[in-house]
């Protein structure tokens, strides 16, 4: 998505690789992070902090280190919708999916998120969401959480053979956008075009990827992860044009532990478009932890103009 944060994070003053963040308007006893409190954050943590209010509703705020070319990393706003259900009272069990519709630009500044559960079952819950600046909707989404119940289980989409991370050469340069700055991302095949000379023939990309510094793996975080890749018609045409992600979805095939086994690990994630046509282009894409699990597939529609 190229929509992303911008402006400082809002909450507690904490440490990064050590060094000091300053931030606005602490909450008493720090971060509030799904159904953690964090007194130091990560700066992924920092981002997607928020603040319950007296109505239920969520205060945010875009985050500088998350901004795209124009507004806030699209990944960056799935994890805070996300996170919003995460740290709602009310929730069920844990997510197995969301959806973010990008109804607006998402400006610069705070914002408020109001996630309720429209129908909770015995053991599954779904979830209306939506995201206001200044009174008007600008985000739009839905999530389904569930209480996981073991079962027979397989990988149908196994992970493909690629080299291992210590093989794979970080990019010579990176993008100029904030948020990439915040991933450590080693390129196998599909990385953004060196040349933009209309010559791609494809729109496979596979990559290695994790948060920079490291994280430990969660829902909010793999959420964001899920949306690291550039855009599809980039790849295909090596032709710079506009783009908008108008929808995106993440499915959670892994569970809190497996999220926990994976830690700091990396990711590989590949993403490959099915359609380009009248304006618009979709991508389905699939991570996998270093051990060939498969954690969450993921797919987008995106406008674009010629």
Not at 21 to 35: K, Q, S, V, Y
Not at 55 to 77: E, L, Q, R
């Amino acid at each position: 998505m190229w929509v992303w944060d911008r402006a400082p994070p809002v909450f507690l003053s904490a440490f990064n690789s050590g060094l000091l963040i300053e931030t606005e308007g602490p909450p008493a006893g720090g971060f509030l992070h799904g159904d953690t409190l964090l007194t130091t954050a990560h700066i992924f943590d920092q981002a997607v902090a928020l603040q319950q209010q007296s109505d239920g509703t969520f205060n945010g705020h875009t985050s500088a280190a998350y901004a795209n070319m124009v507004g806030p990393f699209g990944g960056i706003s799935a994890a805070q919708l996300l996170n919003a259900v995460l740290l709602h009272p009310q929730r069920l069990g844990e997510p197995v999916s969301v959806t973010i519709n990008f109804a607006a630009a998402l400006a610069d500044g705070p914002f408020v998120i109001d996630a309720h559960p429209a129908r909770t079952n015995r053991s599954t819950q779904h979830w209306v969401i939506d995201v206001q600046q200044n009174g008007e909707i600008v985000l739009t989404g839905t999530a389904f959480t569930a209480i996981r119940r073991e079962t027979w289980s397989v990988d149908e989409d196994a992970m493909p053979p690629c080299p291992p991370p210590d093989q794979v050469a970080l990019p010579p340069g990176q993008a100029p956008m904030e948020w990439v700055k915040q991933y450590e991302m080693r390129p196998i095949v599909g990385g953004m075009p060196q040349v933009w000379d209309g010559s791609g023939d494809g729109s496979l990309t596979q990559l290695w990827v994790r948060d920079q510094p490291p994280r430990p793996l969660d829902f909010a975080s793999l959420a964001a992860l899920s949306d690291v890749f550039f855009p599809r018609l980039f790849v295909r045409r090596a032709t710079s044009v506009p783009v908008g992600t108008v929808s995106m979805t993440v499915y959670f095939h892994a569970d809190a532990a497996q999220l926990q086994a994976t830690g700091t690990g990396y990711l590989l994630a590949q993403a490959r478009a099915q359609a380009f046509r009248n304006g618009y282009f979709d991508h389905t894409a699939q991570l996998w932890n270093e051990a060939g699990v498969l954690l969450a597939t993921t797919h987008q529609l995106v406008y674009f103009k010629n």
